[in-house]
């Protein structure tokens, strides 16, 4: 009899949790970004990697869109891991945006704030290789940082209306 009534407690308990409603906060979708709602103005040079990764989820300039984003990018190469005769067998990635998100009819700023992604990567045996990896690295690091920036400001304009 008891065993019954666990399996049941469990079963009701499955049922519960399943149906509650959570939904992540910070998940990024491509449904909640509309791209067409932003374009990205660049007040520094972000390299060739990172501008296209930028490019493949917001318009880049479209004289349409709701919004515009100010976008300062830095890109930060730190040796994780350095061998006894000097070298470097391990980077992280770390690319640092900075954003000012501004109205495109009034200019007025409504929300301004810091993203990082971050990647790592194994120095290979091959020159090639090594480039190939970092690339890599570049866009999953840059590919976190927009994800996080787009709803970060998604959330706040939610919020503000």
Do not use: W
């Not at 470097?88 to 954003?99: A, L, T």
């Amino acid at each position: 009899m008891t065993k019954s009534i666990r399996v049941y407690i469990l079963f009701l308990l499955l049922i519960v949790l399943a149906n509650c409603g959570f939904q992540p906060i910070y998940k990024a979708t491509d449904s909640s970004l509309n791209i067409s709602d932003y374009s990205i103005k660049y007040k520094n040079d972000p390299g060739y990697i990172i501008k296209n990764k930028i490019q493949e989820m917001f318009n880049y300039s479209s004289s349409d869109s709701v919004y515009i984003i100010d976008l300062h990018t830095q890109q930060r190469d730190i040796p994780l891991i350095i061998n006894t005769n000097g070298t470097v067998s391990k980077y992280r990635v770390e690319i640092i945006m900075y954003f000012d998100v501004y109205e495109n009819d009034t200019d007025n700023k409504i929300y301004n704030d810091v993203v990082r992604g971050f990647a790592e990567y194994l120095v290979q045996t091959s020159e090639i290789q090594t480039s190939e990896k970092h690339k890599q690295a570049i866009e999953i690091a840059t590919q976190e940082s927009i994800q996080m920036m787009s709803t970060k400001i998604q959330s706040n304009i939610f919020q503000s209306q």
